[in-house]
T-cell receptor, first 111, second 114 residues
Framework: GEDVEQSLFLSVREGDSSVINCTYT??????LYWYKQEPGAGLQLLTY?????DMKQDQRLTVLLNKKDKHLSLRIADTQTGDSAIYFC???????????FGQGTELSVKP | DSGVTQTPKHLITATGQRVTLRCSPR?????VYWYQQSLDQGLQFLIQ???????AKGNILERFSAQQFPDLHSELNLSSLELGDSALYFC?????????????FGSGTRLTVV
């Protein structure tokens, strides 16, 4: 079945760039997403990318998609302490519309 | 405020009991999804409804059931509760079947079974 894998932790210094990586298995996925979860809160959609795109940029966020390797990454430029959260990668199951989430990457930003 | 409302925010109950979690989707959204988030299992898809009909089922236990009402709100019923059912339960909604632009999540119901 579908599976989404992420590394569990990432620690960066304030002002540096953060890169969170994700691999997925369903090559028929049409949409891939990045969500952010702050402590005690729900998941907030950060950005999404269509499978026919290689890159999408949205202010400090850059999403790169390598379909051949089934690899998705999220780059956060000029990372701030407010970016500390758990980031989830998700793929949309092609036939069901349900999202399959990775385990989440906990981003820690140190001043 | 995401527009998806979940009640209650917190629930503490004993093993063997039954609880009902409620979700009101964002205005105009027809699809509702339920997810369970626990430390060891991560985010697990439970069930999806679209315009009142069950559309997809995930890892939902037989002790759990859900429905979506004509006004599009949804309820998740959990019965014969066990300690392992303690988790965050999220509801999400999207404007169409398939949710091409992603889901909008509520802030969740934290269930503690003691």
């Amino acid at each position: 079945g579908e599976d989404v894998e992420q590394s569990l932790f990432l620690s960066v210094r304030e002002g540096d760039s953060s890169v969170i990586n994700c691999t997925y298995t369903d090559s028929s996925s049409t949409y891939l997403y990045w969500y952010k979860q702050e402590p005690g809160a729900g998941l907030q959609l950060l950005t999404y990318i269509f499978s026919n795109m290689d890159m999408k940029q949205d202010q400090r966020l850059t999403v790169l998609l390598n379909k051949k390797d089934k690899h998705l990454s999220l780059r956060i430029a000029d990372t701030q302490t407010g970016d500390s959260a758990i980031y989830f990668c998700a793929e949309m199951e092609n036939q069901g519309g349900k999202l399959i989430f990775g385990q989440g990457t906990e981003l820690s930003v140190k001043p | 405020d995401s527009g998806v409302t979940q009640t209650p925010k917190h629930l503490i109950t004993a093993t063997g009991q039954r609880v009902t979690l409620r979700c009101s989707p964002r205005s105009g959204d027809l699809s509702v999804y339920w997810y369970q988030q626990s430390l060891d299992q991560g985010l697990q898809f439970l069930i999806q409804y679209y315009n009142g009909e069950e559309r997809a089922k995930g890892n939902i236990l037989e002790r759990f059931s859900a429905q979506q009402f004509p006004d599009l709100h949804s309820e998740l019923n959990l019965s014969s509760l066990e300690l392992g059912d303690s988790a965050l339960y999220f509801c999400a909604s999207s404007e169409s079947f398939g949710g091409a632009r992603g889901y909008t999540f509520g802030s969740g119901t934290r269930l503690t079974v003691v």
